[in-house]
Structure formats: structure tokens, C-alpha cells
T-cell receptor, first 111, second 115 residues
Framework: DVKVTQSSRYLVKRTGEKVFLECVQDMDHENMFWYRQDPGLGLRLIYFSYDVKMKEKGDIPEGYSVSREKKERFSLILESASTNQTSMYLC??????????FGDGTRLSIL | DQQVKQNSPSLSVQEGRISILNCDYTNSMFDYFLWYKKYPAEGPTFLISISSIKDKNEDGRFTVFLNKSAKHLSLHIVPSQPGDSAVYFCAAPWGSGGGADGLTFGKGTHLIIQP
């Protein structure tokens, strides 16, 4: 069974901080994704990656960056956190024609 | 502009009856659709998918219907059970690379199964 692990379930940070959200998968999937989920807006794609050191922008990349130094790990970085980045962040992995598998999410609050 | 639309934020159905969740899309290039189910404090889990070469796909109690001319799909759950209470998201591949490009999601429908 695919395991997608997000390092924190809940996180509280302050405005202006640099924030790292980590995602690790154990199934050797080549594709990894970051989404955010907000009430009434569904899930929106932030960034994704096809392979190590590869990254592509999604719908809402502004204010975020990503890092993929190893195949199993995909990090989302908030360069300077702002209150409008308070959200649920979801990581997903995918391979071939299979559907995406999601982690349980990190609920991030920016104060 | 949202390309996948779920216009019903919530739906209440009695246990044992049929639940019908609807989804409309605007991009006629979409050729694959997925439904995900999400419980609070958990990540979405894949439920069922359908390719545009089909108009129906069935998996146990879950059936998805696709009407390409109307750009409409629906998820039927029969019979509805209490454990089906969750938020359901309709999704389609975001780019041209299939699922490898990420997904574009509707806003979700909160299904509530009444005992």
C-alpha cells in the first residue's frame, strides 16, 4: 500500500518566517504534487515534480517554492509566510496511469 | 476560471437511498475524470474514475456516468451508508500530460447520510 507521510499534522508559524513542509513517499513514484485546500475552494495545485531536481508550477505558485533533492522527498517552502497562506496543505504521489495518492495533510496557521 | 464545477456544496440523503453527486466541466479536451472522497483530518482517497471513451463505470455501490455532449458527470452511490458521509471531489487532469500534470478539482460536495 502506498504511504505518503507529511512530517507535521499541525503547524503554527509567524508572519515573515520561512516555513518548510516535508513530504516523503515509500513507493518510488516519480511524480509528486503539492496542493492546498481551502473551504469553498476545493484543492488547488501549487507545484509538482516529475523527477529529482525537476519542478513545474501549478495554478497558484506565487509565494511558494519547492525542492526535490531525492526521489522520495518533496518539500514545499513558504519563503516569507503570510496570513493568506494559512491553509491545509496536501502532498500527493503518482506513477504511470495510476490515480494520485494523498497524505493526510498539514494544517498550517500563520499568525 | 474553474474548469471543473460542483455546484452543490452539500447534499443530504437518507440511509439506504441513492446519492447522486454532480459535476460539470468546461474543457472539452478533458479525457479522464476521477472522484475522490475526503473525511475530515484525512487526505482525499481515490474512489472511481472514468475515461472519455466510456459513458459508465461501475465499482460495487459506486457508478460514475459521463455525458460528453453535456460536459457533465455524476457519481451514484447505491445504497447510501453512514460511512459514505464525507466530502466528494470531482477532478480532471490539469495539463496535457494526464495525471502526471496534477489534477484540477471541483470545490467539493459534502454528502451527509441521515439515519
Amino acid at each position: 500500500d502506498v504511504k505518503v507521510t507529511q512530517s507535521s499534522r499541525y503547524l503554527v508559524k509567524r508572519t515573515g518566517e520561512k516555513v518548510f513542509l516535508e513530504c516523503v513517499q515509500d513507493m518510488d513514484h516519480e511524480n509528486m504534487f503539492w496542493y492546498r485546500q481551502d473551504p469553498g475552494l476545493g484543492l488547488r495545485l501549487i507545484y509538482f515534480s516529475y523527477d529529482v531536481k525537476m519542478k513545474e508550477k501549478g495554478d497558484i505558485p506565487e509565494g511558494y517554492s519547492v525542492s526535490r533533492e531525492k526521489k522520495e522527498r518533496f518539500s514545499l517552502i513558504l519563503e516569507s509566510a503570510s496570513t493568506n497562506q494559512t491553509s491545509m496543505y496536501l502532498c500527493a504521489t503518482q506513477t504511470g496511469n495510476q490515480p494520485q495518492h494523498f497524505g493526510d495533510g498539514t494544517r498550517l496557521s500563520i499568525l | 476560471d474553474q474548469q471543473v464545477k460542483q455546484n452543490s456544496p452539500s447534499l443530504s440523503v437518507q440511509e439506504g437511498r441513492i446519492s447522486i453527486l454532480n459535476c460539470d466541466y468546461t474543457n472539452s479536451m478533458f479525457d479522464y475524470f476521477l472522484w475522490y472522497k475526503k473525511y475530515p483530518a484525512e487526505g482525499p482517497t481515490f474512489l472511481i474514475s472514468i475515461s472519455s471513451i466510456k459513458d459508465k463505470n461501475e465499482d460495487g455501490r459506486f457508478t460514475v456516468f459521463l455525458n460528453k455532449s453535456a460536459k457533465h458527470l455524476s457519481l451514484h452511490i447505491v445504497p447510501s451508508q453512514p460511512g459514505d458521509s464525507a466530502v466528494y471531489f470531482c477532478a480532471a487532469p490539469w495539463g496535457s500530460g494526464g495525471g502526471a500534470d496534477g489534477l484540477t478539482f471541483g470545490k467539493g460536495t459534502h454528502l451527509i447520510i441521515q439515519p
